[in-house]
């Protein structure tokens, strides 16, 4: 597979801990986390389960902050992240 830099890292980084979890947005990178069986989410994912165990109290300031940069999502992510969040 043709992993950028940082994914590749990350994965190899993931290698050599206990119990990791990847932040991984690429799907190419997410096919390599599956195959050597490593958990991963998404930036979304992290930031709605940060809510969900109370480090953060809103989801939604920080989704439109990524939505301002040139993050690319598609705009359905977007909803379905408030609607879990219940914003």
Known sequence: ?????GEASAIALSLEMKNPILMLDELKGR????KLNLRYS??????????QIGLISSVKPILEKIKSTNFRFDEKLFEKVL???GE
Not at 42 to 51: H, M, Q, V, W
């Open 83 to 85: 609607e879990q969040a």
């Open 42 to 51: 998404g930036t979304f994912g992290l930031i709605l389960r940060a809510k």
């Open 31 to 34: 096919k390599v986390a599956e």
């Open 1 to 5: 597979m043709d992993l950028d830099e």
